[in-house]
DNA sequence: ACAATAGTGTCTATGAGACAATATGGT
DNA sequence: ACCATATTGTCTCATAGACACTATTGT
């Protein structure tokens, strides 16, 4: 994977004086909030020299060497920093490099999404939540983070169809009809009830705890997420996506 | 993304001059070949300050910011230098970066998995096929590669079960036994025949040619890959993999 | 005719979709 | 009693799994 002569700017073996990309995570960061799905995003500093100041942008930054024990721990670190969670749903989606995504060189990010409940820690100052009205952001975002967030999306959508991932939006405590209503938002489709505790309820994700959410009408049982924090894949999607 | 205070080696805005991660690309490249998955590796070099000298690792190697593009650009050229292959299957498989990996210093890999035709272009001199038996390589790997390599099985695995994906390990022209062959092969697992069929057939994947395939039986109706080339996603996964 | 593999049909089980029916609290 | 929502049940449909049956070649 290397050390061998990849070109003329890569010298003999073990050389490694030659250029670096820049390496930076990236994280993107979804919550329900108010009946809808949103995304966390930061606004870039002003400074001289920085690329597209006061833009919008994905909560990240540059590798830090000494910092950092790899990149799950950097990104980790970044979710941190911004919303003090600290044990979330936290999965790698992919990697953006080129030559021509950051005007100070070559670049590649590593970027990750995220998925934690609505009233999670502090929120940093420079950040902010946003939701999609149409299932897109209004604002434009900095570098290429407008494609990596559209990425996210689309796996987050595709992976609800099939797996217990909305669960991790959940707070520890949920009604079936709570669960139900994220998935309706995240899918941007309704679901058929039964089917859908059927398939909840079969698939062994959560247990009852000996409380009911009280209403104007019928309570309803109080489920948590099982220990075994691993999401669950369904045999079958939703709907056949026509 | 960048340009944010992360720790002491990362200066004021703008300020580049901190230390970068080596940045790598490395091809899981898959076939079927003598009725069985085998994956491509090469044999490391010997020379003073390699790591690993003379293992068995993936095809891959620095990023050339002179040469590459993008990632995707990278893994392309690495595929054809190793392969001769020019548009096969090739998907993101995620990234690995660690103080550690690599001995030189805290480097990062963004892993591509590839899949290509039997009998397709001319191997480089370093490489060979290897195949696994009991689902596993006999042979440890440099680096992380070993753990890399498992990823990239059981995402191909996991996909087999409900994607088109193995149609990209056949020729040009095939039989439908063949294609179930192949799914078998990679599943390690017989498959009905009769559901096979009506799955690939009602899936739109592929067409006949006015060709059979003839043996010592019943002759064979030949197909090849429709010319969209987009991978067939199915509703249901093969078994309930129980 | 026979062997061997290709291709089709039949029957059952499972789970989704649609939608009706019932249950249980607050007011 | 009535409303609103929770929860359960019924019926139909699509497709996988199991497995039997038919089709078509070479020998």
């Known amino acids: ?3 061998e002569a990849t070109g ?4 003999k073996s073990g050389d490694l004086d030659f250029p670096r990309p820049l390496t ?8 329900i909030r108010d009946d809808s799905l949103q995304v966390l995003l930061v606004r870039r500093p002003a400074g001289e020299g920085e690329p597209f100041p006061e833009s919008l ?3 990240g930054g540059f590798v830090d060497v000494a910092k950092d024990r790899d990149l799950a721990a950097c990104a980790a670190r970044k979710l941190r920093e911004k919303t003090g969670v600290t044990s979330p749903y936290l999965e790698q989606l992919g990697s953006w490099g080129s030559a021509t995504r950051d005007p100070r060189g070559w670049s590649a990010t590593h970027a990750y999404f995220a998925l934690i409940p609505e009233k999670a820690g502090e929120l940093a100052a420079d950040a902010r939540w946003f939701l999609f009205s149409g299932g ?3 604002e434009k975002l900095a570098f290429d983070h ?3 967030l559209a990425t996210a999306i689309q796996r987050l959508r595709n992976k609800v169809e099939y797996t217990s991932l909305p669960a991790y939006l959940m707070p520890a405590e949920f009604t079936l ?3 139900q209503r994220v998935y309706e938002i995240v899918l941007d489709r309704p ?3 039964s089917a859908f505790r059927t398939r909840i309820l079969s698939a062994d994700m959560i247990e009852p705890v000996a409380k009911m959410r009280r209403g104007p009408n019928r309570p309803a049982q109080l489920y948590r997420l099982k220990k075994g924090r691993e999401p669950v894949y369904f045999v079958r999607t939703f709907n056949p996506p026509e």
């Open 1 to 3: 994977m290397a050390g």
């Open 8 to 11: 003329k700017s890569v010298g």
């Open 24 to 31: 930076t995570v990236d994280v993107v960061i979804f919550a």
């Open 57 to 59: 942008a994905l909560p």
């Open 136 to 138: 897109r952001l209004k």
């Open 146 to 148: 407008g494609e990596i």
């Open 177 to 179: 009809p709570d669960l």
């Open 191 to 193: 679901l058929e009830k």
